[in-house]
Nanobody
Framework: QVQVEESGGGFVQSGGSLRLSCAASGISGNVGYRRWYRQRPGMERELVATLVNSGLTNYSEAVRGRFTISSDDDGAKKTVHLQMNNLNSEDTAVYYC??????????WGQGTQVTVSS
């Protein structure tokens, strides 16, 4: 059974930083894609950042240059982190981590709230 746990959300003032973390245990095989999505109030969920197992990264235009996606797996536990700098009110959202395994199974975190005050 796969368990995915997110942490690191919270309340921050505009211009501040937060680091989100996500850890998944029980995933069989390798993880091909690790992603962060977010859902802003009244909007659909959107892709924010992608980390491919080759090390390549990709970011949405809204966060490029401010956010950094990374991972540091610990044995069987797969991780993905999102360092968010220079936050603004437009970054207020629920953030979700995502893993896609080599068998194409997908796993989502429960979501963590990030609130940025202007």
């Amino acid at each position: 059974q796969v368990q995915v746990e997110e942490s690191g959300g919270g309340f921050v003032q505009s211009g501040g930083s937060l680091r989100l973390s996500c850890a998944a245990s029980g995933i069989s095989g390798n993880v091909g894609y690790r992603r962060w999505y977010r859902q802003r109030p009244g909007m659909e969920r959107e892709l924010v950042a992608t980390l491919v197992n080759s090390g390549l990264t990709n970011y949405s235009e809204a966060v490029r240059g401010r956010f950094t996606i990374s991972s540091d797996d610990d044995g069987a536990k797969k991780t993905v982190h999102l360092q968010m700098n220079n936050l603004n009110s437009e970054d207020t959202a629920v953030y979700y981590c995502y893993f896609r395994s080599s068998t194409r199974s997908t796993y989502w975190g429960q979501g963590t709230q990030v609130t940025v005050s202007s």
